[in-house]
């Protein structure tokens, strides 16, 4: 088993950054890509970035490309989520998922729940206008 742990939420105003963090615990060996998820109220959870642990590629949704970098500590066993120049629209409990080595996987479903077995509780973002 794979434990997820999300923190570094909170409010912050449009056009500021934010730095979202997930400690990954349990059988790290047993996962071999990693992505952060978000929901907002009353909308379908969406996938926002993606990092692969072999080489480390890396894929975002239009809607965060070139605001959001997705990157990890290895020693750590940590993967981040840097946030800047956020929107309104980027308020969302936002989620990071982790997918097992042993599952398949289409490279389509990067951003798609289907692609990962592991979930962690969330972290709330609001932006402020």
């Known amino acids: 088993q794979v434990q997820l742990v999300e923190s570094g939420g909170g409010s912050v105003q449009a056009g500021g950054a934010l730095r979202l963090s997930c400690a990954v615990s349990g059988a790290t060996d047993s996962i071999n890509r990693m992505a952060w998820f978000r929901q907002a109220p009353g909308q379908e959870r969406e996938g926002v970035a993606y990092?692969?642990?072999?080489?480390?590629?890396?894929y975002y949704a239009d809607s965060v490309t070139g605001r959001f970098t997705i990157s990890r500590d290895n020693a750590k066993n940590t993967v981040f989520l840097q946030m800047n120049v956020v929107k309104p629209e980027d308020s969302a409990v936002y989620y990071c998922?982790?997918?097992?080595?042993?599952?398949?996987?289409?490279?389509?479903?990067?951003?798609?729940?289907?692609?990962?077995?592991?979930w962690g509780q969330g972290t709330q973002v609001t932006v402020s206008s």
């Open positions: 998922a982790a997918g097992r080595r042993s599952s398949f996987f289409n490279p389509k479903w990067r951003l798609k729940n289907a692609g990962y077995n592991y």
């Open positions: 990092i692969s642990f072999g080489g480390g590629s890396t």
